[in-house]
């Protein structure tokens, strides 16, 4: 799911790389994000979306055209994430923590972390910074094992379909850029992107 300005399509990697001009699906097409929305959440079924609201402090969800507000979920709320069940989870400054489990100390220690995206059971994807090297996309396993990919310049975030294969960057210049191999390659402009959790 790649949103354009307010408009949100079907990214379909299959598809080739520019695909801008391709039509809205499903039959009646996703309704309009506003483009000041952020970090964009697609449910595994593909029937509701989410999105922070710009003040940071709510989230909008919709299903089909029909737009739920969410407010007073605290400051600087992150980015929300669907499981497979359906269930949308969310985070923000101010709410009581809740710990489910130890920490997971994953890697080297990196800074400046952006985005994080499921990968498969085992790994995760991110944008961040490790001892000399600037900011590029990582593989970090839950087994401690970091994987540095090929830079992605003026990567902002990141998401996955499965595996790195299926990993998209958005960069800071608005552009989508897929996997070819071992390089990234530039399938159009977006302004956000979500996958299906599954």
Request: zero cysteines.
């Amino acid at each position: 799911m790649v949103r354009r300005g307010t408009r949100v399509d079907v990214f379909d990697p299959t598809a080739g790389t520019r695909q801008q001009d391709r039509p809205a699906t499903p039959p009646g097409g996703y309704p309009a994000v506003p483009a000041d929305d952020t970090h964009l959440a697609l449910s595994a079924d593909g029937a509701e979306l989410a999105a922070v609201t710009p003040s940071g402090d709510g989230l909008s969800r919709w299903r089909g055209s029909t737009r739920y507000e969410v407010p007073g979920l605290g400051v600087d709320v992150g980015a929300p994430a669907y499981d497979r069940r359906g269930f949308l989870w969310v985070g923000a400054v101010g709410q009581r923590p809740a710990q489910v489990a130890a920490p997971l100390h994953l890697g080297v220690p990196f800074t400046a972390a952006r985005g994080l995206a499921w990968l498969d059971e085992q790994q995760i994807a991110t944008i961040a910074a490790t001892r000399g090297s600037g900011a590029r996309p990582l593989v970090l396993s839950v087994d401690g094992s970091v994987s540095t990919l090929t830079a992605a310049p003026g990567a902002r975030t990141v998401a996955a379909t499965g595996g790195e294969r299926g990993l998209y960057v958005l960069t800071d210049k608005g552009r989508l850029l897929s996997r070819s191999g071992v390089r990234w390659v530039d399938s159009g402009p977006a302004d956000d992107l979500a996958t299906a959790a599954g």
